[in-house]
């Protein structure tokens, strides 16, 4: 079977296993947050940042570095894996981006969406790549960032070491499949696994000086 109908096959699966669960008038995956957005996008993006809230608020918190660097950026607050994976051929593909930076995780970690294996978080991400390259979009994965209580779910304990355990299977399998890895854990984390108070206003999401130091990380990768 052509691979690219296979990976299309399953992305719609994807779907419609995940829209069985829910009200049938709620957009679970959120289409319709940038679908007017994504009309306006006429030329070809050096890339487009899928993500959750740590990409959304980057965008608010330096709008510039967007039109700057001919990104765009998709990412939804609260916002699982499975929920990217399902919105990727809207809010990616058919932007035609040469690269996309993928950063999930987090509320994967915090069970936002109900329990997920870090296995299957890791399949959500695969897919993503899968998709990207079939349609000749360059995957770029990056590390969860730092931090060791979810305030909106204290119920999840060890987070600083899901974190860790979660960043080395993406850092292996972007390894083993020669896929650029943006290392922003390494670079915000204290010692303890947190985020430090003058990088993150909240212990979970960056504010603008922790985005100061991802985005020297990431432009280093995108050419």
Not at 1 to 14: E, G, Q, S, V
Not at 129 to 151: D, G, M, N, W, Y
Not at 167 to 189: C, E, F, T, W
Request: with cysteine.
């Amino acid at each position: 079977m052509n691979r690219k109908l296979t990976l299309t096959a399953l992305l719609a699966l994807t779907a419609i296993c995940a829209s069985a669960q829910i009200a049938p008038d709620t957009d679970w995956a959120q289409f319709g947050r940038y679908a007017a957005d994504n009309e306006k996008v006429t030329e070809k993006p050096l890339a487009v940042l899928m993500g959750d809230s740590i990409t959304d608020n980057w965008d608010r918190e330096d709008p510039d570095f967007f039109p700057e660097n001919n990104i765009v950026c998709r990412g939804i607050s609260g916002q699982t894996s499975s929920q990217m994976l399902i919105r990727f051929r809207q809010d990616v593909i058919e932007l035609h981006p040469k690269y996309v930076v993928i950063l999930a995780g987090t509320n994967d970690l915090a069970c936002n969406t109900g329990c997920i294996s870090p296995e299957n978080i890791l399949g959500n991400i695969k897919s993503m790549c899968e998709l990207a390259k079939a349609h000749k979009i360059r995957p770029v994965l990056c590390s969860v960032t730092p931090s060791v209580q979810f305030h909106w779910r204290k119920s999840v304990t060890g987070v600083a070491e899901k974190i860790a355990e979660l960043n080395g299977m993406i850092k292996a399998y972007a390894q083993k499949n020669r896929i650029p890895y943006v290392d922003y854990h390494s670079a915000l984390a204290a010692e303890d696994g947190s985020f430090p108070r003058k990088y993150s206003y909240d212990g979970v999401h960056p504010g603008l000086a922790g985005y100061k130091i991802m985005e020297p990380l990431l432009l280093s990768i995108l050419k």
